[in-house]
């Protein structure tokens, strides 16, 4: 039984788990986002986030710690440069796992994760649209057929000035 084992070994030993990770989250710092299996995407969160985290904070000592995990110099420079800069205000959640459906050799469960402030699809626009266009239940028909009505007499009004 594993009660109290949290840690998703991925089929895995330690150091093979380790690395596998590692090469992972150098990838996505580095690219933004990766497609993968659904359990290595949900692995990886875990074990990049707080790298994320550490990477607010620009001193020597996080950029060791940062280093000891990747291994990988190019990575920790874009991850303490332009992903530290995207995520400086954001508290946490600095990932998005979408699903992706079955991959056709093996069929596995494929999922791209990305790092949230990177998309320009769901970021800013999404909040925008979303405040334009308040969705009601109530005499919405009433309000376009007056709408509809309107925009017809200014276009025919437009069309007896010419």
Request: hydrophobic share 35%; glycine share 8%.
């Amino acid at each position: 039984m594993r009660h109290g084992d949290k840690v998703k070994n991925l089929g895995r030993k330690k150091a093979h788990r380790d690395a596998l990770l590692s090469n992972l989250a150098c990838q996505l710092i580095q690219h933004k986002r990766i497609v993968t299996t659904t359990a290595k995407a949900k692995a990886l969160r875990v074990y990049v986030e707080p790298l994320i985290t550490k990477g607010k904070d620009n001193t020597t000592h996080q950029r060791r710690v940062v280093f000891s995990y990747l291994q990988d110099k190019e990575a920790v420079k874009e991850l303490f440069g332009s992903v530290a800069e995207k995520v400086a205000g954001r508290p946490g959640g600095y990932t998005r796992i979408i699903k992706l459906g079955f991959r056709p050799g093996d069929n596995a469960d494929t999922a791209m994760i990305e790092l949230v402030d990177f998309n320009e699809i769901y970021g800013k626009g999404k909040g925008e649209a979303k405040a334009a266009t308040k969705k009601t239940r109530r005499a919405g028909g009433a309000k376009k057929k007056a709408e509809a009505a309107a925009t017809d007499a200014t276009a025919t009004e437009e069309k007896a000035a010419e």
